[in-house]
């Protein structure tokens, strides 16, 4: 760092380009104490999670895997309504861009 205009007692003007290094600096070092302290967090929530899974829980029972395999299909079915819902709103309003793919294309000649 040099100092430029340097005043009688001791103190000085710091050129832009040193302050920018000290800023650019600074703000690095924050940045990776802030992304050790969230890699630091994931490992400990990891290592959490496999103290739950090694603590012996119960098997799942089939009503409650079938509870679960229902909740994302539905969602699926839900998000896939949803799709179709707002393609057609969207031409109908005549905001679609028709892109054509070699896979839609083929879907459309075969079957």
Request: charged letters at 35%.
């Given at each position: 760092?040099?100092l430029?205009?340097?005043?009688?007692?001791?103190?000085?003007?710091?050129s832009?380009?040193d302050?920018?290094?000290?800023?650019?600096?600074?703000?690095?070092?924050?940045?990776?104490?802030?992304?050790?302290?969230?890699?630091?967090?994931?490992?400990?929530?990891?290592?959490?999670?496999?103290?739950?899974?090694n603590?012996?829980?119960?098997?799942?029972?089939?009503?409650?895997?079938?509870?679960?395999?229902?909740?994302?299909?539905?969602?699926?079915?839900?998000?896939?309504?949803?799709?179709?819902?707002?393609?057609?709103?969207?031409?109908?309003?005549?905001?679609?861009?028709?892109?054509?793919?070699?896979?839609?294309?083929?879907?459309?000649?075969?079957?």
């Amino acid at each position: 760092m040099t100092l430029e205009n340097e005043k009688p007692d001791g103190t000085g003007i710091m050129s832009m380009d040193d302050a920018i290094r000290i800023i650019q600096s600074h703000e690095r070092a924050r940045q990776g104490r802030l992304r050790a302290k969230q890699i630091r967090e994931l490992r400990l929530n990891d290592q959490r999670a496999r103290q739950r899974a090694n603590m012996g829980e119960s098997k799942m029972d089939k009503t409650l895997a079938a509870t679960i395999i229902q909740k994302y299909y539905r969602r699926h079915v839900v998000r896939r309504e949803a799709k179709k819902f707002r393609d057609e709103e969207y031409m109908f309003l005549g905001m679609v861009i028709i892109i054509f793919s070699i896979v839609k294309l083929r879907k459309s000649i075969l079957g």
